[in-house]
């Protein structure tokens, strides 16, 4: 699969057979599963050698993302099934507002083994606070100033 370089939004498709509801699954070398805690945290991640599909599986939430120097929005609920692909090198985070946490899937795809930095969550860089407080309410103070990758 060639790298794409922007976030793609892919709706899901299925079936229903009796009272399950099967849906495609994406090809990917590594399937995860993440739960994700109720949190309004500026927290970033920045991926260099992964390709992340993501869908939510239970509850909602916002998926924000860091592309063409502006935050994105991308809400995500487990009512409207849909496949988010997020390429390398594109910061991107997740906020859970709902008050239980978010059951969410990572269909992975890898591109060269996964660099240790991939993981360290970022805070938002301080030049895009105003962006990110517009975005979630948030105090922009909080905010740190550091490189997204």
Known sequence: MALRCAV???????????????REPLISDETLIAEVAPST?????????QTDQLMVLRGGIELIVLQNRRL?????????PTWVRIPPFVPH??????SVPAIVVNAVLRHR???????????????LAAAWAELHGDQASRLADTSAC
């Open 72 to 80: 994105q929005r991308i809400r995500l609920r487990e009512d409207e």
């Open 113 to 127: 083994p996964s660099d240790g930095r991939d993981y360290l969550p970022r805070p938002v860089p301080a030049a």
């Open 8 to 22: 793609e939004i892919l709706p899901s498709s299925g079936e229903r057979s009796g009272r399950a509801f099967f």
């Open 41 to 49: 945290q500026p927290e970033l991640f920045c991926h260099r050698h």
């Open 93 to 98: 985070g997740a906020i859970n507002r709902g």
